[in-house]
């Protein structure tokens, strides 16, 4: 099981960024993948979330509205579309798949469940 990240850089502040999350090694159908960041001197918080139906998805409160996921299938890649960034924003970035997560069950944003991790990706906001 591999999950590798891109898509980051850096972006001042008010832009937008995607970031992809390309997954291989097992059958991406029925887990949910979750985004999480992790700023310096910060503990790591849960952005976003989708289950495997695509039919739920979860937002930090600091990034609803902002932030969009995706599932692309066809190319194994879940997609995080960051809006109207801001300083806070600046993290590293992760990726990370729930192998128990239902298809039709909510994902959550607590990473304890999640199995696998991708390396990161950094996103830095300049003021």
């Known amino acids: 099981v591999q999950l590798v990240e891109s898509g980051g850089g850096l972006v001042q502040a008010g832009g937008s960024l995607r970031l992809s999350c390309t997954t291989s090694?097992?059958?991406?159908?029925?887990?949910?993948i979750g985004w999480f960041r992790q700023a310096p001197g910060k503990e790591r918080e849960g952005v976003s979330c989708i289950s495997s139906s695509e039919t739920n998805t979860h937002y930090a409160e600091s990034v609803n509205g902002r932030f969009a996921i995706h599932w692309d299938k066809a190319k194994n890649t879940v997609y995080l579309l960051m809006n109207s960034l801001n300083a806070e924003d600046t993290a590293v970035y992760y990726c990370?798949?729930?192998?128990?997560?239902?298809?039709?069950?909510?994902?959550?944003?607590?990473?304890?469940?999640?199995?696998?991790w991708g390396q990161g990706t950094q996103v830095t906001v300049s003021s």
């Open positions: 990370a798949t729930d192998l128990d997560a239902h298809p039709l069950g909510p994902c959550t944003l607590v990473s304890d469940p999640y199995d696998y």
């Open positions: 090694g097992f059958a991406m159908d029925y887990y949910a």
